[in-house]
């Protein structure tokens, strides 16, 4: 009596009849195959691509806020406040070790894992690099959390804070849910968080001749988004003897959004991104 055969991807036995049967499906596969490549190549799955998402910046007409290189700049005697949007390459540019890997471990971007649902390497955040220069004044004070970025929409963002209890969405708690099981999974979240650490603007005073730089950031733009303002509220440019804000002034810097898709220029990982905000 011939004793059944066992299925290595099941591990159930087969008789015979079964045993035609899978030979018979097995087969059927090996025949779609090509109707399947043809297919994947007519669109069933997406074709890689890259996403680019630069900003203009709209200087207005007072002379206090103008454009330099590709930093929108305000300016009044003593102070100078320069913005700049980071889209997701310059980020990777900033990190590269960090972004090139299978782990992403650059905090601010996926890195150069495709989303294959989308075909492109979505934008985790958008950030924004802010730079105070206090060539003049006794002591200026910028809070990032009194940030906002307002988009043509109606959303109004408001800005990440680094650990736990600084604002609503912050970098610790958003990490510490990512957390897998795995033994390096600590490290990478420290690794992450390092970055951030460093990165992140914080509230400071700044002194005469103080400079300060630090990023900004915020929750992903929606695709069809076309134009945002960046505020800056609350900036503090004077303070009395006892250490009480006694000016403060509100800044807004407009940008226009640019967002276009196209055939991807390299080839990297097609690995879903994991997670988003």
Do not use: H, I, K, W
């Given at each position: 009596m011939q004793e059944p055969v066992a299925d290595r991807a099941t591990g159930h036995h087969l008789d015979g009849?079964?045993?035609g049967s899978t030979r018979s499906l097995g087969l059927r596969w090996i025949w779609l195959l090509p109707y399947a490549l043809v297919l994947g190549g007519c669109g069933l799955w997406p074709v890689r691509q890259d996403r680019l998402v630069s900003m203009t910046f709209v200087p207005d007409t007072s002379g206090q806020y103008v454009a330099e290189d590709t930093a929108a700049v305000y300016r009044q005697p003593g102070l100078a406040v320069k913005v700049r949007y980071l889209a997701t390459q310059a980020l990777n540019a900033e990190y590269p070790e960090q972004s090139a890997g299978r782990v992403d471990l650059n905090p601010f971007t996926f890195g150069t894992r495709i989303d294959n649902n989308l075909g492109y390497v979505?934008?985790?955040?958008?950030?924004?690099?802010?730079?105070?220069?206090?060539?003049?004044?006794p002591r200026v004070e910028l809070d990032p959390?009194?940030?906002r970025l307002i988009t043509d929409r109606g959303d109004r963002l408001e800005p990440w804070g680094i650990h736990k209890g600084d604002a609503t969405q912050t970098f610790e708690i958003?990490?510490?849910?990512r957390r897998g099981a795995g033994g390096n999974e600590e490290e990478w979240y420290r690794q992450r968080m390092a970055i951030v650490e460093r990165a992140v603007s914080t509230r400071n005073p700044l002194f005469k001749g103080q400079n300060q730089r630090g990023k900004v950031v915020f929750d992903p733009l929606a695709p069809e988004v076309r134009q945002v303002r960046l505020q800056l509220r609350e900036f503090v440019t004077a303070f009395d003897a006892h250490d009480t804000p006694i000016k403060k002034i509100d800044l807004e810097f407009p940008f226009t959004v640019n967002n276009s898709i196209r055939p991807a220029s390299a080839k990297v990982p097609a690995e879903p991104a994991k997670g988003g905000p």
């Open positions: 009849q079964e045993r979505p934008d985790r955040f958008t950030v924004f690099q802010v730079e105070v220069d206090n060539l003049g004044l959390r009194q940030a958003y990490y510490r849910s």
